[in-house]
């Protein structure tokens, strides 16, 4: 079956009264992007209130669905069968000719579904859904009409020129990147933050990212890790500016000074610091993490007040409620679980104490902190003055 355009259903975007253009336009630049990596050459569209991705010339169905669904936004893809304003007698043999390429041999349930926007044609809708549900059936003699739960449902669309459908694709839903702001994604090598990403960039988000890495304490194959992830989530995101900061000798004066149970918690504040800062010079407006309830020692609620305190921006914990195997499953869904499990050793993983604190105290871990203060403004700075960005995807 030779298609000829893509109709794309969105959802929510549908619904945003004044600022629906807005929308619309970013989901059309989105699909423009996705359309660019795949072959044949596509003209994107609004009409009507719909998006319309119509080929000028022959395409790989497979390939472009599958960058669509990487566009969030998207609800449904329907591969469509254009035909100029033709004649009703031509339209029902078209209509037989699409029914039978698409179905050969049918003998489920159909319904015909017209919809004519062009009232100067000569039948009206449910005239026209009678003459073509006719020929249907005298073409595909075992097949039968179900108006109320048809398996297949033919959508047959009379506009400037005639549309004709049948099937549709689902799309990841969500809204389109560049809608709703930026944030400023804390990034390591494992399960938790790309999905965290993810997450956040499906509600129109544009993602930017930070890594902390601890040289000669990980590696370069550590680093490596989460800039193929970065890239594995541009393919939803689009590309994502990755901030690599030289985090070692933060560490090692934490190390030195604070106590050892408190390790893992100050490091993780010195973090949000460094990345609330780039947060602000990038004009991102918040922070995401990977962090849920529970899930390690620095992720009790004590420990997760205790990192947020420090921060001025929010910060988006989509994971906050979430099973690990749920996350798991979304890791594995959205293409970055493989490389998040690679054996590649993480910054917070250098210096764990034997029993780090899970309750720490607001008062104790300020003044541990306190025991840095002639020397870490400084290194702060030389950790942002050196940041290094790559930019992903
Ligand atoms: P993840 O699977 O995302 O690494 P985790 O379960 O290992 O999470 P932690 O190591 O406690 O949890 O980290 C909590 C969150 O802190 C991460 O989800 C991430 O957002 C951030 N984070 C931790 N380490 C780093 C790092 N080296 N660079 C950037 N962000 C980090
Ligand atoms: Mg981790």
Not at 96 to 114: A, E
């Given at each position: 079956?030779?298609?000829?355009?893509?109709?794309?259903?969105?959802?929510?975007?549908?619904?945003?009264?004044?600022?629906?253009?807005?929308?619309?336009?970013?989901?059309?630049?989105?699909?423009?992007?996705?359309?660019?990596?795949?072959?044949?050459?596509?003209?994107v569209y609004k009409a009507?209130?719909?998006?319309?991705?119509?080929?000028?010339?022959?395409?790989?169905?497979?390939?472009?669905?599958?960058?669509?669904?990487?566009?969030?936004?998207?609800?449904?893809?329907?591969?469509?069968?254009?035909?100029?304003?033709?004649?009703?007698?031509?339209?029902?043999?078209?209509?037989?000719?699409?029914?039978?390429?698409?179905?050969?041999?049918?003998?489920?349930?159909?319904?015909?579904?017209?919809?004519?926007?062009?009232?100067?044609?000569?039948?009206?809708?449910?005239?026209?859904?009678?003459?073509?549900?006719?020929?249907?059936?005298?073409?595909?003699?075992?097949?039968?009409?179900?108006?109320?739960?048809?398996?297949?449902?033919?959508?047959?669309?009379?506009?400037?020129?005639?549309?004709?459908?049948?099937?549709?694709?689902?799309?990841?839903?969500?809204?389109?990147?560049?809608?709703?702001?930026?944030?400023?994604?804390?990034?390591?090598?494992?399960?938790?933050?790309?999905?965290?990403?993810?997450?956040?960039?499906?509600?129109?988000?544009?993602?930017?990212?930070?890594?902390?890495?601890?040289?000669?304490?990980?590696?370069?194959?550590?680093?490596?890790?989460?800039?193929?992830?970065a890239a594995q989530m541009?393919?939803?995101?689009?590309?994502?500016?990755?901030?690599?900061?030289?985090?070692?000798?933060?560490?090692?004066?934490?190390?030195?000074?604070?106590?050892?149970?408190?390790?893992?918690?100050?490091?993780?504040?010195?973090?949000?610091?460094?990345?609330?800062?780039?947060?602000?010079?990038?004009?991102?407006?918040?922070?995401?993490?990977?962090?849920?309830?529970?899930?390690?020692?620095?992720?009790?609620?004590?420990?997760?007040?205790?990192?947020?305190?420090?921060?001025?921006?929010?910060?988006?914990?989509?994971?906050?409620?979430?099973?690990?195997?749920?996350?798991?499953?979304?890791?594995?869904?959205?293409?970055?679980?493989?490389?998040?499990?690679?054996?590649?050793?993480?910054?917070?993983?250098?210096?764990?104490?034997?029993h780090p604190v899970t309750?720490?105290?607001?008062?104790?871990?300020?003044?541990?902190?306190?025991?840095?203060?002639?020397?870490?403004?400084?290194?702060?700075?030389?950790?942002?003055?050196?940041?290094?960005?790559?930019?992903?995807?």
């Amino acid at each position: 079956m030779e298609f000829h355009a893509l109709l794309i259903k969105y959802a929510e975007i549908g619904v945003k009264g004044k600022n629906r253009y807005i929308f619309e336009d970013k989901l059309v630049s989105r699909i423009v992007d996705a359309l660019k990596k795949v072959s044949g050459k596509f003209r994107v569209y609004k009409a009507s209130g719909r998006i319309y991705a119509a080929a000028e010339e022959p395409f790989d169905l497979d390939e472009a669905v599958d960058a669509l669904q990487h566009v969030f936004g998207i609800a449904g893809i329907c591969p469509m069968v254009q035909l100029p304003l033709v004649s009703p007698e031509e339209l029902l043999e078209a209509s037989v000719r699409y029914f039978t390429d698409m179905y050969p041999d049918y003998q489920g349930s159909f319904k015909v579904m017209t919809s004519r926007a062009n009232k100067a044609y000569p039948y009206d809708s449910m005239e026209l859904n009678r003459m073509i549900g006719e020929a249907v059936l005298q073409a595909c003699l075992k097949a039968h009409v179900d108006v109320h739960e048809p398996e297949v449902a033919f959508h047959v669309e009379v506009r400037e020129d005639i549309n004709l459908y049948s099937v549709t694709i689902p799309g990841p839903g969500g809204m389109p990147v560049g809608s709703s702001g930026k944030a400023m994604l804390l990034l390591s090598g494992g399960i938790d933050s790309p999905v965290a990403g993810y997450m956040v960039a499906k509600r129109g988000v544009v993602i930017e990212a930070v890594y902390f890495h601890a040289p000669p304490y990980t590696s370069d194959r550590a680093k490596q890790k989460v800039v193929d992830l970065a890239a594995q989530m541009a393919k939803y995101t689009g590309p994502i500016r990755l901030h690599v900061v030289n985090f070692t000798d933060i560490q090692l004066a934490i190390y030195e000074h604070c106590p050892h149970d408190e390790l893992t918690i100050i490091m993780r504040r010195y973090m949000m610091r460094i990345a609330e800062t780039l947060a602000k010079e990038a004009h991102a407006q918040a922070l995401i993490t990977g962090e849920a309830i529970g899930q390690v020692a620095s992720q009790t609620i004590q420990s997760l007040v205790s990192t947020n305190e420090v921060c001025t921006l929010p910060v988006f914990r989509p994971l906050i409620a979430f099973d690990k195997l749920d996350i798991i499953r979304i890791a594995q869904q959205i293409g970055t679980f493989e490389t998040s499990i690679l054996p590649f050793e993480d910054c917070c993983t250098i210096f764990v104490a034997k029993h780090p604190v899970t309750k720490p105290d607001p008062e104790r871990i300020r003044r541990s902190e306190e025991k840095l203060t002639d020397i870490i403004d400084e290194l702060m700075e030389t950790a942002l003055r050196t940041n290094e960005v790559i930019v992903c995807g």
